[in-house]
């Protein structure tokens, strides 16, 4: 019975460990059942949170852009230990992190109406939500605004990336 609610979970999507003990809890299925079928399946290789964890971070910074901080939260979720989220995240570096915003803010860009200040701040807004750290998400809207046009090229150079960056965490302290 264990195992097959388990093989049925992961038929869908992989699972980590601690999803997959939480589904057969839920079942009211015994404690020492769900051990002795999740270390086979570890044995066995059918459930690997290291494995898991690198392809959630591959897939969600490619395919919605987050950031290594949101991605964190989200393994964090799925209940994958802190030590294989982190080593999982660092195959992430600031320069593709700093690649991804942009191309995320030059994607919005395209569609984004209003003032230069209210693009920066919808942008810059949109990157946080994104995990993106307050000085990756203004470098990036900044650059974007820049290349964009004159009245918002004009904006972007009377900003100060550093300062706002600075600003930000320390609002957040």
Not at 17 to 29: D, P, S
Not at 38 to 58: K, N, P, Q
Not at 69 to 83: I, T, Y
Request: aromatic content about 4%.
């Amino acid at each position: 019975m264990a195992r097959d609610i388990c093989l049925r979970q992961l038929a869908v999507r992989p699972r980590t460990r601690a999803e997959l003990a939480k589904t057969l809890a839920r079942k009211e299925i015994s404690e020492e059942v769900i051990a002795e079928v999740l270390d086979r399946y570890d044995e066995v290789g059918i459930i690997d949170d290291a494995a898991f964890a690198r392809m959630w971070v591959s897939t969600r910074h490619q395919g919605r852009g987050l950031a290594r901080r949101a991605l964190a939260n989200e393994l964090r979720q799925h209940g994958v230990e802190s030590e294989v989220a982190t080593e999982a995240l660092e195959t992430l570096d600031d320069e593709a992190e700093a690649t991804t915003a942009r191309a995320l803010v030059d994607r919005k860009l395209r569609s984004a109406r209003g003032t230069p200040d209210q693009v920066f701040r919808r942008l810059v807004g949109m990157l946080a939500r994104k995990g993106y750290p307050a000085g990756v998400a203004i470098q990036a809207v900044k650059e974007a605004l820049a290349a964009r046009d004159e009245e918002a090229a004009a904006f972007a150079d009377q900003i100060d990336a550093d300062a706002l960056a600075d600003e930000a965490t320390d609002t957040l302290s």
